[in-house]
């Protein structure tokens, strides 16, 4: 039926049970009755009165006493119920309708509960009226019953809420509310309802394991000393019973042990959970409490005879997997393993345990102290119970049989041993199983097999290698130290003796024995003399760094090389080692000949100092030294709507942490390394290793040129070598042999000419030794000198940059040759000394156009364009020198830079000519310049350069010019070329004394065609009526071209002609404006018939605009030569027809071409080209020294011009 509770309780469907009990007053429940099961829920009266007088007399009487009956007992479920009988009605005549009888019943007694009365209508026949009554009463009954039920049971629960909430009070009994819910629990488990059966087993369990953990803590409550009593008893749980009486009648008299009680409360929880199917949970359960009732005892201080807990543990063990097997099949057991597997290791652990207690594991087997102990276990074990006494391998025969005898024993160890190390294999706990072969070597040892110990060994200690247990690996390693010290592996044992002595796990005794073991073996003389066992270094000492002297690991041959190991010993007591060797692989390299000192060191650490790690340390890094979990949020949104669906947590490196560990180490047995015996040796002998840091020095003298590699580093103790098979990062020093060399180089950063600069000479000596005598001859340059000094020392250093001594250097010069006299020095060493050379500062010679002045403006643009750049000019000399170890020559190149850029121009004041030098300095010296002069070719009276410059020596500063100039003055005709000569003195202005007097620097440059031949003057003169000139108003230009002497040599040319009068030359003008201030009208150009003669003038019209109102710069008024073309009949055409003509051939190099858009003649076709079939003539610039510009710099102010516009204002 359908069961709902009160407080929110879903309902649920039971099946309740209900007994029909005659009705007796001592059956009603009393004040204080705990009971749930027998309490009577509802009370029915039954009657078949159908007579009036006869319910008056009898029946009224005793429903009356019925009732109070109840009411006296607080019963209030009761129901009356009328039964009807057709038979009865006929044979009376007095008898009143059957209503009546119910409607007095429920009068008298039913007034305002008329449901309380139900008639049963012949209840034997079989009709739809009996049916009906049977339905109405059977609904009825059941719904009282229920209602019933429900409240008593509600009210149960209060009152047992009401006991527990007085557990604190005195004299409250566990034992007593354990009865009390235990009621509870069954009333649930006749409703089947299994679930909260077991609730209330769990809730006493708690409570009462809550009782036992605060008695431990000191606050411990009157009750539990019942618990506290001896065990006498240890038969194991019983699981094969619902219900124990007997341990549960021990609990209600409180007589109960703590075993008692924790049997009987696991017994119920065994039965209800295989009521819910849920076997693996009893198996769970069963092992938790084991556990925790051994420390219960312990906590309780229960007095328990040696060996009964292991009875009781391992009888409750093999009690609980028989029970869980015979409610499931095979299958079902061994698919679910890591359920019962721990139950099977606990059972095998206690089986242990009691045969080492009763010396079924001693080699001598059980003494009689041992024999009285196990009958005294067996008799606590009691007789075999009835169910189990036809089983043929119950938990109770099988102790049994097991203490009977060694060989029985050893039998079931070793079956059950086995048995849980298949199963923890096959679900993959490997560390449980190897841990349970532990057991079973510790077993073996004892039993004196250590050839099968050893293997069980083996895999406990690999996997906790794998593991990091430093503990486990400690106690492994002692076991297997003992086995392989029976099975006489020598070279095992002596390696795991040096692995236990340098654990610090261990006592300092221990330590000290092991140790003491190794140095025992090696004190003894071996049986065949060239026996040796190698062991690795790592578990005697560890090579922590290796440091070479040099640094550098390069050493020539010869030389000394220190090579220096830190070893930290793991002994606990300082061992004398016969020979710490580094065996040495040598090697020659291709072409290692040609690889220098600074070569090699260029591939080497910087500070000699190698570090090794830490090999194969005796613990590995455990398991919680990986890499931290990458653990990233994952989010899984809807494509619809973008909401979340899922969210989660993924790990990126899950590779990394989950990784198998079971092959990665490997067992600890012999490396089986061979000793590297090579014929390079590095020794150290009679070596003392104290506990800790130890420094080994080797010394070796280089004798071979090559690479040397450091392969192995062995420690020897007698017969036993501990070795480091291979160094690893790899170790390597070189041994050259170099020839000598000589290295010539400027102490600073380029040479200057001109000035004393110091060169740096090193000798590297190599494998020649430099003897008294020796010298280095250099031949000597034309423009360079070799300057000696009285004081001119030598440094000789070592090839480790030591200082080996300091000595006078002996110079001795002649025209040709400079001989340098070198100290005596040894091989590979290094001679530095430094000499001073000199560089004469003359400046490059001009050529060609370059250095000519008379050049146009335009050709030295175009010129200097190409040079322009601040690089200073460079002079290379070379040098021979002679070199006592070889018959060549070595030619040097020395570079010297002049500090100096010189530049020449002709400066114009009309007639009078200047000559300008300009002097500046591009190095990041600074100078003082004195006695500038600058002269001709001759020195005659006709032609004066007159200094115009200050006499006081002038500071010339880095990056910074000076300037010389001087007038040419002549007294008659001037040459058409003057080649001058210009020098200079110069000294550094740091002032410091000089060893010789300095050579002036020089220059040398050639001035053409300096002589004034026309002087050139522009005039604007403003509109008539007009004082100023005016924006946008024409204004007339007039140009005058005025010759100023008579015919020289240079107007000797092709443009001459000569007339019966005087000589002429053509001439082309030209008005530019490049500023574009003035708009040329008209022709901007033309050519001119000049007569050669003094004052010769020439003057031209033309009108020009003003664009801009200011005072204007006038325009440029250009003049060339107008040539005339080569040809048979250029002698016809006469000058209109040139100037008609409509191109020139302009020959002239300039950049800016005249503006051709305002006359014919302003076109400039290429040359070359014809029109009409007639020649065209050519151009020629006249240098800028024969052209005087008298209007350079003249300005003319141009006024706006006037607005005549009318602004119209409107004023509202």
Request: hydrophobic residues 35%.
């Amino acid at each position: 039926m359908e069961w709902r509770r009160s407080y929110g309780r879903a309902p649920k469907m039971i099946h309740l049970e209900s007994n029909f009990v005659q009705f007796k007053e001592e059956l009603l429940p009393k004040d204080g009755n705990k009971a749930l099961l027998t309490f009577p829920f509802l009370h029915i009266y039954w009657t078949e009165c159908c007579d009036t007088e006869v319910y008056k007399a009898t029946v009224k009487d005793d429903l009356t006493k019925w009732q109070n009956v109840l009411k006296a007992h607080s019963s209030v479920d009761w129901l009356i119920v009328v039964v009807e009988n057709d038979a009865k009605k006929k044979n009376k005549t007095n008898i009143l309708p059957r209503a009546s009888i119910v409607d007095k019943i429920r009068n008298d007694f039913c007034n305002k509960q008329s449901d309380r009365c139900v008639v049963l209508s012949d209840p034997l026949k079989d009709s739809s009226r009996t049916q009906e009554s049977w339905n109405a009463f059977l609904t009825k009954l059941r719904t009282s019953l229920l209602m019933s039920f429900t409240k008593n049971l509600g009210k149960f629960e209060d009152d047992m809420r009401t006991l527990r909430e007085k557990r604190t009070e005195p004299g409250w009994s566990f034992c007593d509310y354990f009865m009390v819910q235990e009621e509870l629990a069954f009333v649930f488990e006749m409703l089947q309802q299994f679930e909260d059966a077991l609730v209330q087993y769990d809730e006493l369990d708690a409570l009462f394991s809550q009782y036992v953990v605060n008695f431990g803590a000191g606050d411990g409550a009157t009750w539990l000393t019942f618990f506290c009593q001896p065990v006498k008893s240890w038969n194991g749980l019983i699981l094969r019973k619902p219900i124990d009486m007997e341990k549960r009648e021990l609990i209600q008299r409180q007589e109960a042990t703590l075993l008692d009680l924790r049997s009987y409360l696991f017994s119920r929880q065994c039965t209800l959970l295989l009521f819910l199917q849920r076997p693996w949970e009893v198996a769970q359960r069963a092992l938790a409490l084991l556990h925790s009732c051994v420390q219960e005892l312990k906590l309780l201080e229960v007095s328990v005879p040696p060996g009964a807990l292991d009875c009781w543990v391992f009888l409750s063990c093999l009690e609980v997997l028989q029970r869980i097997e015979g409610c499931c099949d095979r299958a079902q057991v061994d698919a679910n393993i890591a359920h019962t597997v721990g139950l099977w290791g606990y059972a095998t652990e206690k089986l242990k345990s009691l045969g080492y207690l009763c010396g079924l594991v001693s080699e001598k087997g059980p003494n009689s102290e041992d024999l009285n102990r196990i009958v005294d276990l067996l008799a606590g074990l009691g007789a075999e119970r009835p169910e189990t006494a036809n089983t043929a391998q119950s938990p109770y025969k099988k102790l049994k049989e097991a203490l009977s005898s060694v060989e029985a024993f050893e039998k079931h160890y070793l079956d059950l041993s086995h048995a849980a190390i298949e199963m923890h294999t096959s679900i993959g706990r490997l560390r449980s199983a190897k841990f349970v072969g532990k057991d079973l070597a510790e077993f073996y040892m004892r039993k004196k097999s250590p050839q099968k110990a050893e293997v069980y060994l083996q895999g406990a200690l690999k996997n906790y290698l794998a593991e990091g247990w430093a503990l486990p690996i400690t106690h492994t390693r002692k076991q297997l130290a003992e086995c392989q010290k029976h099975l006489g592996q020598t070279e095992n044992y002596l390696q795991t003796s040096s692995l236990l002595a340098s654990d610090h796990h261990l006592t300092e005794d221990e330590r000290k024995h092991f140790c003491q073991e190794i140095l025992r073996f090696a004190d003894r003389q071996t049986d065949s003399p060239g026996q040796r066992i190698i062991l690795p270094l790592h578990c005697f000492a560890q090579l922590r760094d290796l440091h070479f002297t040099p640094s550098t690991a390069v050493v020539h041959v010869g030389g000394v090389l220190s090579v220096e190991i830190t070893l930290c010993s793991q002994m606990p007591i300082p061992v004398h080692v016969e020979q710490v060797a580094i065996s040495v692989h040598f090697s020659i390299e291709k072409n290692n000949y040609r690889k220098t000192a600074e070569w090699l060191t260029k591939h080497k650490a910087s500070n000699g100092v190698i570090n090794f790690p830490a090999e194969s340390p005796p613990c590995p890094t455990p398991q919680s030294q990986l890499p931290a979990p990458e653990l990233y949020e994952v989010f899984e949104r809807s494509p619809s709507d973008n909401s979340l669906n899922t969210t989660g947590i993924i790990c990126k490196n899950v590779h990394m942490l989950l990784r198998r560990q079971e092959s990665s180490p490997a067992l600890e047995t012999s490396s089986g390394v061979a000793l590297d015996d090579g014929a390079h040796v590095l020794k150290c002998s009679g070596v003392t290793l104290e506990p800790g840091a130890n420094r080994l020095t080797f010394r070796t003298q280089a004798r071979e040129p090559g690479t040397y590699t450091l392969r192995q580093l062995c420690a020897s103790l007698g017969p036993v070598c501990f070795v480091v098979p291979h160094l690893y990062p790899p170790v390597q020093y070189d041994v050259y042999s170099q020839e000598p060399q000589l290295r010539v180089e400027p102490l600073a950063d380029s040479l200057l000419a001109g000035i004393p600069q110091k060169v740096k000479f090193t000798v590297t000596t190599g494998h020649y030794t430099v003897k008294n005598g020796d010298s280095l001859q250099l031949s000597n340059a034309e423009a360079m000198l070799i300057l000696c000094d009285a004081e001119n020392r030598a440094v000789i250093y070592s090839n480790a940059r030591e200082k080996a001594s300091d000595v006078l250097l002996r110079v001795q010069s002649s025209d040709k040759v400079t001989s340098i006299s070198l100290p005596a020095a040894p091989a590979y060493h290094v001679i530095e000394f430094e000499l001073e050379v000199l560089s004469l500062p003359s400046a490059p010679v001009t050529g060609g156009e370059s250095g000519v002045l008379g050049m146009t403006e335009s050709q030295r643009k175009h010129k200097d364009s190409r040079s322009a750049g601040h690089c200073m000019a460079t002079a290379e000399h070379k040098v021979s020198i002679d070199c006592p170890w070889s018959i060549y020559s070595t030619v040097i190149a020395l570079t010297f830079s002049v500090p100096f850029r010189t530049t020449h121009s002709l400066l114009s004041a009309g007639t009078r000519k200047y000559v300008q030098v300009c002097v500046q300095n591009l190095s990041e010296l600074d100078f003082e310049l004195s006695e500038g002069s600058l002269v001709g070719p001759d020195s005659s009276a006709d032609l004066q350069l007159v200094p115009l410059n200050t006499e006081s020596p002038q500071r010339i500063y880095s990056k910074q010019s000076v300037f010389f100039v001087w007038e040419l003055k002549w007294t008659r005709e001037p040459p058409p070329s003057l080649r001058c000569h210009f020098s200079v003195g110069f000294s550094p202005a740091s002032g410091g004394q000089l060893s010789i007097p300095l050579k002036p620097y020089t220059y040398e440059f050639q001035v053409e065609n300096f002589f004034t031949l026309y002087n050139v003057r522009a005039e604007i003169l403003p509109p008539s009526g007009m004082e100023h000139c005016r924006t946008g108003s024409l204004c007339s230009l007039e140009v005058t071209i005025t010759r100023l002497s008579d015919l020289l040599e240079v107007d000797k040319d092709e443009a001459l002609t000569e007339s019966d009068e005087y000589f002429s030359t053509k001439l082309m003008y030209e008005v530019v404006d490049n500023s574009s201030n003035w708009a040329v009208c008209g022709k901007s150009s033309g050519v001119i018939s000049m007569p050669v003669a003094a004052r010769a003038t020439h003057r031209v019209h033309m009108e020009v605009m003003p664009l801009f109102a200011g005072y204007l710069p006038l325009p440029d008024v250009r003049l060339f030569k107008y040539l005339p073309h080569h040809s048979a009949h250029s002698s016809q055409l006469d000058a209109d027809s040139w100037i008609e003509s409509d191109g020139l051939s302009v020959d002239k190099h300039v950049d800016d071409q005249p503006d051709g858009g305002r006359s014919r003649a302003g076109a400039h076709p290429a040359p070359g080209g014809e029109h009409r079939g007639l020649p065209m003539p050519r151009l020629q610039a006249l240098p800028p020294g024969q052209v005087v510009n008298a209007s350079v710099g003249a300005q003319v102010l141009v006024v706006p011009s006037r607005d005549d516009h009318v602004l119209e204002v409107s004023v509202t």
